[in-house]
């Protein structure tokens, strides 16, 4: 199923390291309500059984906010959650093999960190593309930073959209106007911060303005 690239505009990541407290349901929702376009459920310490099952309740969240919800890695637990599908990473499970369990109806992204990497992804058929990171990141701390030329570069050499990932902040997008991505994605910028609506909706202006303006 072709992606709608306005639906990657704001990209909100979860990591429960950063809720403080708070469930992560009811996170999201705070999430939802600021404007964020897209989910992914990045649960890294969960087993299968268990991302499937605290999936489903938040991808239904999410589906009466009329926004998808993808996991990240667990393809079966995309699969098993009814989730709308599956982020793999480059030393995660193929495309092809995610494809091959979730149906041509599912998105599969992937990451690219250069233009062949991004190319490859496209003819793998992925539906759209993380790239980063571009301000190193707080997740991963053996992430390289991306220089701006290449992320330009990267969303030149493909049609499928990208999304740019990595460290991203309220104070920080604006360096990434025009750098011709379809949207941007967040993890502690919306979900470490005390009133996440608030925040999510000062991200989704950011994106906005980063990403060539408003959509509906």
Not at 72 to 86: E, L, P, T, W
């Amino acid at each position: 199923m072709q992606i709608d690239s306005s639906q990657l505009r704001l990209y909100a990541i979860t990591d429960s390291r950063w809720l403080h407290g708070r469930t992560l349901y009811n996170s999201v929702e705070a999430a939802l309500q600021g404007g964020v376009t897209m989910l992914q459920i990045r649960e890294k310490h969960c087993s299968t059984v268990e991302l499937t099952e605290l999936a489903i309740p938040i991808v239904s969240l999410c589906h009466a906010y009329h926004v998808p919800c993808i996991i990240n890695d667990d393809v079966q637990a995309a699969k098993d959650s009814g989730a709308d599908g599956v982020h793999v990473g480059q030393t995660d499970a193929s495309i092809a093999q995610a494809r091959a369990i979730l149906g041509k109806e599912k998105w599969i992204g992937t990451s690219a960190h250069n233009v062949q990497e991004a190319i490859q992804a496209q003819q793998d058929g992925a539906d759209y593309i993380g790239t980063g990171a571009v301000f190193g990141s707080a997740t991963k701390q053996d992430a390289t930073p991306l220089q701006l030329k290449t992320l330009q570069a990267i969303c030149q050499s493909v049609t499928i959209p990208v999304v740019a990932i990595g460290g991203i902040t309220a104070e920080n997008t604006l360096q990434l106007a025009g750098f011709g991505g379809q949207g941007i994605a967040v993890i502690s910028a919306i979900f470490a911060q005390a009133d996440i609506t608030a925040a999510a909706k000062q991200m989704r202006m950011l994106a906005d303005t980063v990403c060539g303006g408003a959509v509906k």
